[in-house]
């Protein structure tokens, strides 16, 4: 008998492992790493491509960036009511659709315009190419759009609901999709970028249009997977909702008696999922529609008991503390090279992942709001660091040179705006960077000019300033995860949508701000007053979200022994009785 159970026994370990890799929360992971690949490499790829075209200038990408940034402060929570009022696979799959047909679409046309360029320059005195730049600015920022819809189902709605009533499988799973976010930041642009430094722009479109496509056709189907082996995505109903709310948020002794709020809120949404009475809609009742659903979307947002929690996430996004294109502009006015850049950026990759595990313990240890408060502290302790910086010695501040100095002299001095260029008038450029090797001044600029040439600084100043931006990615991504769960368990099914639209809105508010600060004042003499006004706005989120847990903890907030969940608030307006 026991010799005719070993090979049972010895299959066991590989039946356990098919499982998981035929599981939904395994095909969810593998839709979202491809689709997120897919982003990544799209949005590095159209601001390079965006660049080329029009002459080593920024403009276009600005305004694309502006585009991006102003669609979804307006249509956050339009975008988010209509993942509401459809059915979930409905809503998936056709974001899906909708974004990458836009990036194959935006591909197709920079390929032409790679290939063509010189005549479109001369026909119609070159309205043609500027058409051509509005249609790719346009189709991009419609894919942006289907990919905000994208996040706020699948990561926001979808996973709730696969991870049922385990919230420690809720967590974990939050952690992993973080995890490959922060694999795909890097890996994904450095893959594009090599594919078009050693081939070409036009090669880079097509490769980034046939991956889409390709990558289309497998997620459209692990969403049918996933859809097919979670039978609860297809009831999108009052009767999910309130169990969800009991699996997740409420105490075991009220699951068999909920709260009057939420018995109104479901008898709300079984109306709403009636079938709707015909009635005559005037033409004003339509225009009037999605500014009410605007409005009822941020007033939604402000009576959510997490609403704090939001805010003080969104209050991170104001910061110039971050590996993108303006602290990295910096970095090489300081005298970084490209490949000391690119380790600095592995480092933060690193560090983001380590903060993902440090989530998933310290809820486990905490509870998940002290997870949230714990995190903060230590981002802003790190951020320190950066507010030192300021100071010490290779420090470019000069508080005698005013911050508007340099848009002052563009606008009154009548300063020459770059034009768009022809492709004879433009010397050939390696794609991967139009910077100069630079390592704290140590060569000179490629243009050879002596007058050009950097003075050797210190990098104390520099170095202390990345390392505290580094060591806080540990602190802000556990940080995002909490908030990010707090939402998921305490927002109803009916408003996940709405909410999550609303707190993308003001996410992209605060990333807009930064952008506009950072336009008036741009010189690197002023980046050490960016520094202090970033550090400042993290400390007033963290505030915030200590606001936040005061009043949902009261005298347990410091208490750190006991993980168990605790109500949100005593004083939470009717309908809301979440516990975290």
């Known amino acids: 008998m ?7 026994g010895e299959r066991r370990p590989c039946g356990s492992v098919v499982a998981y890799f035929t599981s939904a929360k395994f095909l969810l992971y593998l839709g979202h790493a491809l689709s997120t690949w897919g982003d990544r490499m799209w949005h ?35 975008i988010g009511d209509w993942v509401d009022k459809n059915s979930r696979l409905k809503v998936a799959q056709t974001s899906l659709v909708v974004q990458n047909a836009s990036v194959i679409l935006c591909g197709i046309i920079l390929m032409i315009v790679f290939l063509f360029k010189t005549q479109l320059l001369t026909l119609y005195h070159g309205w043609l190419l500027t058409v051509c730049y509005i249609l790719v600015i346009t189709i991009a920022n419609i894919a942006n759009l289907a990919s905000t819809a994208t996040a706020i189902t699948i ?3 979808w996973i709730v609901v696969v991870a049922g009533e385990d919230r420690s499988k809720l967590a974990d799973m939050n952690a992993t999709i973080r995890r490959i976010d922060q694999l795909t930041n890097i890996l994904a642009p450095m893959a594009v970028g090599q594919i078009m430094t050693y081939g070409s722009p036009m090669i880079g479109c097509g490769f980034i249009s046939g991956w889409n496509l390709m990558s289309m056709c497998v997620e459209y189907l692990l969403l049918w997977k996933v859809y097919q082996k979670t039978p609860t995505l297809a009831l999108k109903s009052a009767k ?15 699951d068999a008696k909920p709260a009057e709020g939420v018995q109104l809120i479901v008898e709300k949404d079984v109306t709403g999922f009636e079938p709707p009475q015909e009635k005559e809609v005037s033409c004003g009742a339509r225009i009037a529609e999605p500014f009410i659903t605007f409005r009822d979307g941020w007033v939604a947002y402000y009576n959510q008991p997490v609403f704090l929690a939001g805010m003080g996430l969104a209050f991170l996004y104001m910061t110039v503390l971050g590996f993108d294109c303006i602290t990295t502009g910096y970095a090489y006015t300081q005298g970084l090279s490209g490949s000391v ?3 600095l950026m592995g480092a933060s990759a690193v560090t983001g992942i380590m903060g993902t595990v440090a989530f998933t313990w310290l809820r486990r240890k905490c509870g998940l709001i002290r997870t949230g408060l714990i995190s903060g502290v230590a981002q802003f302790a790190c951020l320190v660091l950066c507010a030192i910086s300021v100071f010490m010695p290779g420090s470019p501040m000069d508080l005698t040179v005013s911050p508007f100095a340099d848009i002052s002299a563009r606008l009154f001095e009548s300063e020459p705006l770059p034009t768009i260029a022809s492709p ?10 139009g910077m100069p090797n630079l390592l704290n001044g140590s060569t000179t600029p ?5 007058e050009m040439s950097p003075e050797p600084v210190p990098l104390i100043s520099v170095s202390l300033l990345f390392a505290g931006v580094i060591a806080a990615r540990v602190g802000l991504w556990s940080f995002d995860l909490t908030v990010t769960q707090l939402l998921q368990e305490n927002v109803v099914e009916s408003e996940r949508g709405i909410i999550n639209g609303v707190q993308n809105s003001m996410n992209y508010l605060l990333d807009l701000l930064h952008f506009i600060m950072v336009i008036l004042a741009p010189n ?18 963290h505030i915030m979200y200590f606001r936040f847990a005061q009043k949902s903890l009261g005298k347990q907030l410091f208490v750190c022994c006991t993980p168990d969940p605790k109500t949100v608030s005593d004083s939470s307006p009717p309908g809301n009785t979440s516990t975290v």
């Open 240 to 254: 999910v909702e309130e169990s969800e709310l009991k699996q997740l948020n409420v105490k075991k002794e009220s």
């Open 341 to 343: 850049l690119s380790l």
């Open 44 to 78: 590095f790829a159209v601001s390079v491509f965006l660049v080329e075209l029009y002459g080593n200038s920024l403009l276009l990408t600005a305004v694309y960036g502006l585009v991006v940034a102003g669609s979804v402060l307006l249509l956050g929570a339009i």
């Open 446 to 450: 490629a243009n050879g000019d002596p």
């Open 424 to 433: 004879e008038d433009k010397p050939d450029m390696v794609f991967a960077t």
């Open 524 to 541: 690197p003499e002023a980046f050490g007053l960016l520094v202090l006004i970033s550090v400042s706005f993290v400390a007033m989120g």
């Open 2 to 8: 026991a010799r005719g159970a070993e090979p049972a």
């Open 155 to 157: 990561q926001r709605d």
